[in-house]
């Protein structure tokens, strides 16, 4: 999406479409999927994950054979982030925020928002999808950063483990 933002905009919009779907099925293998892909196994508290980042800078953290404490944060983060850009993405498609675009002063009303700057009622839509959308490239460069450092730091390859959903078995210390 990133990518088309400003040149094809139908595939932008197809592409926005296509993401939104995958985050609500996200959504549901977070509530109905395999263990490990259920939110309830693996979304920690803020204290825990704190707790865990610093055994991470002290190279002591536990192995984890599902998401460690950051991963999922970073998956909440990206579900945030990215179920934001779709919102907004497709509240830009909307025939209220074109009412509200093609007005030059006076009231706009849009079922929801009332202003009298026609200008005020569109801008924070495009705003935060523009800013979302950057968020998520900087979150995604630290997903990056996280898989190598712990695929390092736990001798294994968390990208083909992502792939095939497989681990290598559980060692004493590893947190299941």
Known sequence: CWLTADELQSLHEVAGYAAAGLIGLRLVLGVAGTRYARFSQFIRSPKHTLLYAGDMLRHKEPRYLGHNPLGAAMVVAVLMMVGGIALTGWMQTTDAYWAVLMM??????????????????????????????????????????GVVHASLRHHENL??????????????????
């Open 159 to 176: 990208v083909l483990a992502m792939i095939t959903g497989r681990k290598r078995a559980p060692a004493g210390g590893d947190i299941l």
């Open 104 to 145: 030059v002063g006076g009231i706009a009303l849009t079922g929801w928002m009332q202003t009298t700057d026609a200008y005020w009622g569109i801008e924070w839509v495009e705003e935060t999808h523009e800013t979302l959308a950057q968020l998520l490239l900087v979150a995604i460069a630290l997903h990056v950063v």
